[in-house]
C-alpha cells in the first residue's frame, strides 16, 4: 500500500511539472511572438485585445502542446502494449525464449508489467527445461529394462536352449520387470509427494524407537555383507509421518549397506540440539565425488550407475527422501569423498512433550 501510494505521488508531481514547464513555454512564445507579429501587421490592437489576444493564443498553444505529448504518450503505452500482448500470445504458444527490450522505468506499471512477463518467460522457460529432462530420464529408465525384457524373451524361444540358461534368462526377466515396478511405484510416489494431495498425517512419536526398528529390520542384509553396525540412539520424540520417515530411514540405510564393501562400518546417530533432531546415517562405503555430491537429490541422477543399475536402482530414492523431509520443515545434507564413505545428515524439528508410549 505504501509503494502504491509514493507512486501516485510521484506521478502526480511529475504531472504538475510538466504542466508548469508547458505554461512557461507558452507564455514565454506568446509574449515574445506576438509583439513580432504586430511590427509585421503594421498595427497594434488596444491593450484589451492585446490581452484578449494573448489568452487566446496562449490557450491554443497550451492545448496543442499538451495534446501533442498526449498523442506521443498514447502511442507509446500502444506500442508497449501491442509488444506486452505478442509477447503473451508467443509465451501461450509455448515460446518461452521471448524478452521484452523496451527502455522502461521499472518503478512506472507499465515497466513493472514488462518485468514482470520477462521474469515470467525465464520461469516458464525453466520449468520446460526441467520437463523435457524428466520425460528423457523417464523413457530412457523405462526403455533401459524393457529392451533386457525384449531380447531376453526372444532367446528363451531358441528350442536348443539349455535349461540353465532359459532359468538364468527367465531370472533376468523376472528382475528387470520388478524393475520396471519400482521406477513406475516410485514415480507415482513422487508425483503424489509433490501434488500435495499425499495423505500425510503427523502424530508423535518416538524417533529412536523407529529408527532402531528399521536397523533390526535390515540386520539381514549387513550381516550377509559381515557389517559392523555402530548405533548411538537418543531417545527423542518428533512430530511427523511415521510411515513416510520410514521410508526415509529405510531408504539411507539401504543405500549405506548397498555402497559399503564387505567388512567396512555403518554409523547410524541421533541427537537434539537447537530444538531440532540430528540423525546422520554414515558409512565407509566407496564414497561420492564432488561432481556425484552436488547433484545426488537429483531424480534419476546415479553416482555409481553400473552398481545402482545391477542393484536396481531408479535414480528416485534419495529425491523421494529430500522431499519428505522438506514437507516436514526438515533439512538434508550429504557430506563425503571418494573412497572415504559418505554422511548423510537430517535434522527435524522435536515435538515439545513426550508422548507416553
Sequence with gaps: MRKSSTARARTAVLILLTAAAIMLLCTY???TGLPYL???????PDPYWKQAIFA?????????????IS?????RHMIVWDTIQDAMRRIAKGDFS????LPMDEKDRLGTIVSNVNQMAVELGALEKMRQEFISNVSHEIQSPLTSIQG???AIKQENLSPEARLRYITIIETESERLSKISDNLLKLTSLESKHHPFEQIPYRLDKQLRNVVLASEPKWLEKKLDMEVELEPLTVRADRDLMSQVWINLLSNAIKFTPEGGTIRIGLSAGEGRARVSVADTGIGLTEEDRQHVFERFYKADKSRTSS???SGLGLSIVQKIIEMHGGEISVESRLGEGTVFLVTLPLEAQEPGA
Design 152 to 154: 531376453f524373451a526372444k
Design 71 to 75: 498523442s506521443l504518450m498514447s502511442k
Design 56 to 68: 487566446a493564443v496562449f490557450f491554443i498553444l497550451f492545448v496543442g502542446c499538451t495534446g501533442a
Design 29 to 31: 512564445v506568446a509574449y
Design 98 to 101: 521471448v524478452s521484452i527490450d
Design 311 to 313: 542393484g536396481g536402482g
Design 38 to 44: 504586430y511590427s509585421l501587421l503594421g498595427a497594434e
